[in-house]
T-cell receptor, first 116, second 112 residues
Framework: DAGVTQSPTHLIKTRGQQVTLRCSPK?????VSWYQQALGQGPQFIFQ???????QRGNFPDRFSGHQFPNYSSELNVNALLLGDSALYLC???????????????FGNGTRLTVT | GQNIDQPTEMTATEGAIVQINCTYQ??????LFWYQQHAGEAPTFLSY????GLEEKGRFSSFLSRSKGYSYLLLKELQMKDSASYLC?????????????FGRGTSLIVHP
């Protein structure tokens, strides 16, 4: 049973460029959340997708956008990269909160993004 | 939003017991999670508390007091592999979001 998988594992980009990160949720999960984790900090919520729609969004600018596909996989896009966007980007999947309110987040190993 | 506070770093000896505290402030509490994160790896789920009291799971236990906005994670019989960051996350139903908010994490160092 595959857990949450993310690609790529590492990425180096230049300021101003655009990046797309990908995530496949754990089998049976239908909800995908994206988090940004700076070094020495806890994960910060970016947004959550359910039924191919953005259900909730954290305090991140519009440069951060996403998508969920019919097979529940998801993408995170970041435009006009800034140095401060350098971080570990974590994808987490779970069951829909209404069907399984105790369902914890299951995290992927993340994508380490470095912006130079 | 929530204000979650946990110690930045703790050290303990192999075989000992350590308690990692987490305090929080939230208007619509809907559960508290503990996660373990080894360096360079994904956070992994340890425990979930939504009612007051102690939840025990092997060497790990988690306690919650909703009236005090307080939780702790208790690790017994510490092993070297327990060296990791421990993240406290609080779920709030404010605005219907139910999105867990994470603390900064407590880095636990276990030494021989």
């Amino acid at each position: 049973d595959a857990g949450v998988t993310q690609s790529p594992t590492h990425l180096i980009k230049t300021r101003g460029q655009q990046v797309t990160l990908r995530c496949s949720p754990k089998s049976g999960h239908d909800t995908v959340s994206w988090y940004q984790q700076a070094l020495g900090q806890g994960p910060q919520f970016i947004f959550q997708y359910y039924e191919e729609e953005e259900r909730q969004r954290g305090n991140f600018p519009d440069r951060f956008s996403g998508h969920q596909f019919p097979n529940y996989s998801s993408e995170l896009n970041v435009n006009a990269l800034l140095l401060g966007d350098s971080a570990l980007y974590l994808c987490a999947s779970s069951l829909d909160r209404d069907r399984a309110p105790r369902s914890p987040l299951h995290f992927g190993n993340g994508t380490r993004l470095t912006v130079t | 939003g929530q204000n979650i506070d946990q110690p930045t770093e703790m050290t303990a000896t192999e075989g000992a017991i350590v308690q990692i505290n987490c305090t929080y402030q939230t208007s619509g509490f809907n559960g508290l999670f503990w996660y373990q994160q080894h360096a360079g790896e994904a956070p992994t789920f340890l425990s979930y508390n939504v009612l007051d009291g102690l939840e025990e799971k092997g060497r790990f236990s988690s306690f919650l007091s909703r009236s005090k906005g307080y939780s702790y994670l208790l690790l017994k019989e510490l092993q070297m592999k327990d060296s990791a960051s421990y993240l406290c996350a609080v779920r709030d139903r404010g605005g219907g979001s139910y999105i867990p908010t994470f603390g900064r994490g407590t880095s636990l160092i276990v030494h021989p």
